[in-house]
């Protein structure tokens, strides 16, 4: 039978996953499972060597992972056995998460078991404590993994690796050992920002906060929107101010801030309200020089290294379908926010970007394609007009409200 | 005055300078501090502010650090006193760990406060905690700074931001609380290695590990042995056996892995015994594809996407010299253990890079220019046969006995 940490659920010491490839770093799995345990935490060995028999120290042996899909390295070919064997103890983590078995994670290993740690820690949730130590430090920023750079190579238990390895050990625990909070958080509302639509989105961000909500900002960088969507998957959200949803046309177009075509979808696979606004559609972000492709656009250099690419009516109208469609599913209330003059700093009478022939197919596309259950209104300012902003902050908390008073839909 | 942490030597708490730009920050420093304190550290706040007056919550305000000579931003031009403003905090954590006034070191921020802790922190010991809350994750591997990526912006107490520092803070704390070691280490020796001379270096690692030593081997990646060199210079090592020195050839001739002209000055400097052997000065790594410099050389593909250059004997004779003339400056005894048939796998009689001209020519330097005090062997042998690597192990312990046996030099 599989090993689960809860089988001595009498102890009430904090139980920390500590994740090693025992074949080559046997010594420090140990060395680093007595530093817990001197500190009154509880490891639990999980054997993510990609060959050979776990020795006994393992409280998860090689055996158990390979079977959950885990498979062999052959040969010179580790690539596939370092995908499998993380997915593997990444699924055994979240069972022991959702069991409540497990408080903390820790990983330890060169670049092979860094690798593999970080990798089965990346969609662990966020706040629960995860930290790898590694010789091989790499970060998107996404994930709320703690990086201890080993700068000595993660092999013997020589005084140097020990010390990094104590305070790997020595922070896992003060993580796990944290005092809960004891104030009752206030509920969180989600918004996305860019330079230029800050000074609305900070309109609406003070109206949300008055109203008693966190307002949470997420640049909309392409990793910025992932994150957003990634934590409103967790729950973290009680609604979502999709002020700046530049991402959607980065995607179609081919710009660096693109987070994927499964943007837009998070709020509505959660079923909570979210206000769309097109802020930053206008918008392209490219690498200099400005490539040749958008050579006969309208273009303004933001800063002396960031130019930006004015987008196209026919880009507009495929973003603003992209909106309708991922509204129409939503099970909650769902709402589209049109400034008529205008969609950036850039995007305004007289700018560089202004282009109201764009704009409106953005509106049109809208139109054409949100069923009646997607409200869409156009109102007859810029995004960065403060009437606006409180205008759409307004709206998002009476879906909200709206969302709270109707009863719970049958299963 | 400028107040030090040192003032109230009656609390045993231990103490954690916690670092954050206090103008935009200071909702989010004053969070952090209550949760250090909660868990017992004192925080000492030290604001990292680019331009105004400290709030009343700094105990180090941006005054003590102007007259460390920390500047003001000018305008959007934040480059040089994010500098001196980094540099003014690390001189204030390097003399308050020199006095024990301060057991680990904390920081939060965005872009600016982020860069600035990690600047502040890098030259502080190996070992010391020190801990980076930050939107922005860069590390280079060659300092043990844990990076905690915030995943949302450092701003506002939201209950997500709030989770990410809690984590903080309970890392930090459970470092500095860390229980000290009580087994003796053994004394250290630091080796450099390279995948071509890995077979030799192995059967000296082991003769010293056998003799008493524990052995901290570096990669000659350029990082490696800047690292080794930083950690030798924080006395770590009883002695050096500079296994692999391609490093010198990769900065003479433009290679990737390229240490910087100080490598090979950190054992002189420490005044700790060092044997030197021309581990892989055969070999030059450069990006594919092959650079036009090097068309007429030979070359061998390591990997596919590595390929390696051989050098000439003109940059074999620059580093038999660079060696020579740095041994000549070593306090304690220094030796140069010359193999032969061949500085790495490569060059070996029939191999890619075999050349006897470039290799003498290493040797006839370092021999015309090592002063008689600095020992030059050479043996009949490669630098992968075991016999050769158990005699430069040797050599080193005899060095290091040598050094030991001898009387402490007189001021």
Redesign the interface.
Known sequence: MEFRPMSDAASSAPRVALLATLDTKSAEAQYVAQQLA??GVRPVIVDMSLRGESPDIADVPRSALMARGATSATGDDRTGAMETTATAARGLLSEWLADGAVDGALGIGGGTGGWMSNRAFESLP??F?K?VVT???K?T?????????????V??????????L??A???????????A?TTE??P?IAMTMFGVTTAGGDVARAALEAAGY??????ATGAGGR?MER?TREG?FAGILDWTTTELVQNIAGGLCDAGESRLSAATEAGIPQVVVPGAIDVINVMPPIPDAFAARAHHWHLPTVPLIRSTAEESTRVGRWVAERLAASPAPAAVMIPAKGYSSLDVEGGPFADPDADTAFEEAVREHAPDAVSVTTVPAHINDPDFAREAAQRLLSLIDAANAAPTPKE
Chains 1, 2 share one sequence.
């Open positions: 001197s500190r966020f706040g404590p930290l010789t091989v430090v970060s920023g996404e994930d709320d993994i703690l990086l201890l750079p080993s700068v000595v190579d092999a013997g238990t020589n005084a140097l690796l020990r010390t990094v104590r305070n050990a020595g922070a896992m625990a003060g993580m796990v050992q944290s005092v909070e958080p206030r969180a966190d307002v949470v900002v997420f640049h994150t934590l973290r």
